[in-house]
């Protein structure tokens, strides 16, 4: 019996035998294992065809009698030491995982790492800067990136995020490093980034439109954010990532969502991690997602060998739960999600503040005597402002919500207004509850039982008033506010619905969506100042509550920035 070099379309290899019962019986077995397309029968040349070396180690393990011609013998000797370097890394990138790393010191990085994101930092660096890295939402992927940066002195890295948290990495970076940052929107001319940038940001929606210009570019890493969004092999966005990838020596790819819940998803990310190793999507589909040939087409909706594919990609794959942090994690954990309002809502916010200013203008000079009902309609349309805005927030908050639940948690929504909240609701149907002030009073103990006991619901959507008292959800691990209320006391109310006693996550993330260049911007100011004056009332000292002030500043500017 003889295996021999001989390429087909399909296939590499051959083994020709003499009739022998128990190499057929083994043939057989290896053909219904791997699979026709791997293993198979040519009855026109009597000889068993594939295409995977690894096949001949396990004939010769089972026949040791089996000769393999010169050829051959030289591509398994190469096959092996790459298998036996392989293991070496698999060996080290679980050495490293185990290590600790709590003396790891960072310079330029603001702020302090917690342990097992220096362990994270320290991964990046042991795989030479190609990894990807699937810790769950809420425990800092982006953190670790930007310290992994840091460490390594880049003077260019391209970042590539979903829409809508690409402002968020500009803030981490500001928050987090001294690093100069530039952020690419449809209309930029990213001819003119300045030199001196080292970090740029990209969303993938226009990567298209600018992918010419960004290629002559020097870069020294890229990361990707959200990196599920390139799983389909197909994908326009996936294929210009991957040509982009090509030339930059230095890739890290981000994603909370578990991406081994069907094997091929992770097959593209692993080709621009090591194209070398991982090269051929088909044999990926047949050996580690059950590739087959189906009624409609080639099929790959199975996961098969996944304690070895789990295995060998261990040298570039590192996730950690919060379950498995959470000694290190802060009680709350708040993030800020500041996004552009989309076109159609920009549009109309710019319109409802225009007919505002121009409603100011009318009644700049007002008898005294209605001079305390204006001040009741200025906040009516302030309101009207803050509505439009939160509406534009939905398809952000739809995103979040999403990733949650790819995380099996369950999570509480709030708003000031009720349009967001049906809206969202409607799109989650049977899987959430919802708890606005027109609910009937005998309803609501259902909906909070429904909430905490049933397992299929996983999203409360509440009002920020009417559910942030006398409510109990502690089943949820995430708040997320799509808006902010007048009062900082009612977001407190609102967390704590979750946050106390009896709650099943010991850290509460807490995501407040923020529109850019709208009212939320003013907001914020404005519920900083009114903590600052509950703080001091609480240690028994006075400050004047300058709030009224502060909504006629915002007036001011608003009618500035409208002037004719």
């Known amino acids: 019996m003889l295996i021999q070099k001989e390429k087909t379309k399909y296939h590499s290899y051959a083994l020709t035998f003499d009739y022998e019962p128990t190499v057929v019986e083994y043939c057989q077995y290896l053909k219904l294992s791997l699979g026709w397309t791997e293993f198979q029968f040519d009855p026109d040349f009597k000889k068993w065809r594939f295409k995977d070396p690894e096949v001949i180690n396990m004939l010769k393990n089972k026949f040791p009698y089996i000769q393999v011609g010169a050829e051959v013998a030289k591509e398994v000797s190469v096959f092996k030491q790459k298998r036996k370097e392989e293991k070496e890394k698999e060996q080290n990138a679980t050495r490293i995982k185990e290590a600790k790393v709590s003396n790891l010191e960072i310079k330029g990085i603001k702020g302090a790492l917690r342990d097992y994101q220096k362990e994270g930092v320290n991964f990046f660096i042991e795989s030479g800067g190609r990894a990807l890295l699937c810790d769950e939402m809420g425990t800092g992927?982006?953190?670790q990136a930007l310290a992994y940066i840091v460490s390594q002195g880049f003077k260019r890295t391209l970042v590539i995020t979903p829409a809508s948290v690409k402002f968020v990495w500009e803030e981490q970076v500001l928050k987090f490093t001294n690093l100069k940052t530039f952020v690419v929107?449809?209309?930029?001319?990213v001819t003119l980034i300045p030199y001196s940038t080292e970090i740029v940001i990209v969303n993938y929606d226009i990567l298209k439109k600018f992918y010419n210009e960004l290629l002559k570019y020097q870069w020294d890493c890229l990361i990707c954010d959200e990196a599920h969004f390139l799983k389909s092999q197909n994908s326009q966005r996936s294929k210009i990532v991957r040509l982009l990838s090509r030339k930059i020596p230095h890739i890290l790819l981000l994603t909370g969502s578990p991406v081994?819940?069907?094997?091929?998803?992770?097959?593209?990310?692993?080709?621009?991690?090591?194209r070398k190793t991982w090269n051929n999507w088909y044999s990926f589909a047949v050996k580690y997602a059950g590739g087959k040939q189906g009624r409609w087409g080639f099929?790959?909706?199975?996961?098969?060998?996944?304690e070895e594919l789990k295995q060998r990609i261990s040298l570039y794959f590192l996730r950690r739960t919060k379950k498995e942090v959470l000694p290190q994690l802060p009680p709350k954990n708040r993030i800020d999600i500041p996004i552009d309002l989309p076109p159609e809502y920009r549009k109309n916010y710019n319109l409802?503040?225009?007919?505002?200013?121009?409603?100011?203008?009318?009644?700049?000079?007002?008898?005294?005597?209605?001079?305390k009902t204006l001040a009741g309609e200025k906040l009516v349309k302030l309101n009207l402002l803050r509505e439009i805005s939160a509406m534009g927030k939905v398809a952000t908050a739809k995103e979040l919500i999403d990733e949650i639940l790819d995380s099996k948690e369950k999570c509480l929504v709030f708003s000031s207004f009720n349009g967001p909240l049906l809206e969202l609701a409607d799109m989650y149907g049977e899987e959430s509850v919802l708890l606005i002030g027109s609910t009937p009073v005998d309803e609501r103990q259902e909906i909070i039982r429904k909430f905490q006991e049933d397992s299929n619901t996983k999203v409360f959507f509440g009002g920020i008033k009417s559910s942030g008292i006398g409510v109990t959800l502690t089943k949820a691990t995430t708040v997320i506010f799509i808006d902010r209320s007048w009062n900082p006391a009612d977001h407190s109310q609102a967390e704590d619905r979750t946050h106390r006693i009896g709650q099943e996550a010991q850290s509460v993330n807490i995501y407040t969506i923020t529109g850019r260049d709208t009212i939320d911007d003013f907001m914020?100011?404005?519920l900083q100042h009114k903590q600052e004056i509950i703080d001091l009332l609480v240690e028994g000292k006075e400050q004047e509550d300058n709030t009224d002030g502060m909504v006629d500043d915002y007036i001011r500017q608003l009618k500035l920035k409208h002037r004719k």
Request: charged share 35%.
């Open 141 to 143: 992927k982006t953190f």
């Open 185 to 189: 929107d449809s209309k930029t001319d």
């Open 260 to 274: 081994l819940s069907r094997s091929i998803e992770i097959f593209n990310l692993l080709n621009m991690i090591d």
């Open 299 to 306: 099929e790959t909706r199975e996961s098969t060998n996944l």
């Open 352 to 371: 409802i503040e225009s007919n505002l200013v121009r409603y100011l203008r009318e009644h700049d000079k007002t008898d005294k005597e209605i001079v």
């Open 524 to 526: 914020i100011k404005l």
